[in-house]
């Protein structure tokens, strides 16, 4: 998964106004207490933190 396409998603699961906000505030656990953010700026696998995120969002199946 590429960087774009885990902004694409996460824009498509929260909306276009509140994604952003979501990523730079919301802490999880799986993501070692940082969020997407950070975690992504700290190199982490966009797939690894799209799991996180989807797991936290309770996303359908299809999402994964």
């Known amino acids: 998964m590429r960087y774009t396409e885990f ?3 996460l824009e498509q699961a929260l909306g276009p106004v ?3 906000v979501w ?10 207490g940082r969020t997407p953010k950070q975690a992504l700026d700290a190199g ?3 797939r690894r933190v799209w799991r996180a995120v989807w797991a936290v969002l309770e996303l359908p ?3 994964r």
């Open 23 to 32: 990523a730079d505030q919301q802490v999880i656990g799986e993501l070692d």
């Open 18 to 20: 509140y994604f952003k």
């Open 7 to 9: 902004w694409d998603r």
């Open 61 to 63: 199946d299809r999402d």
């Open 44 to 46: 982490e696998d966009p």
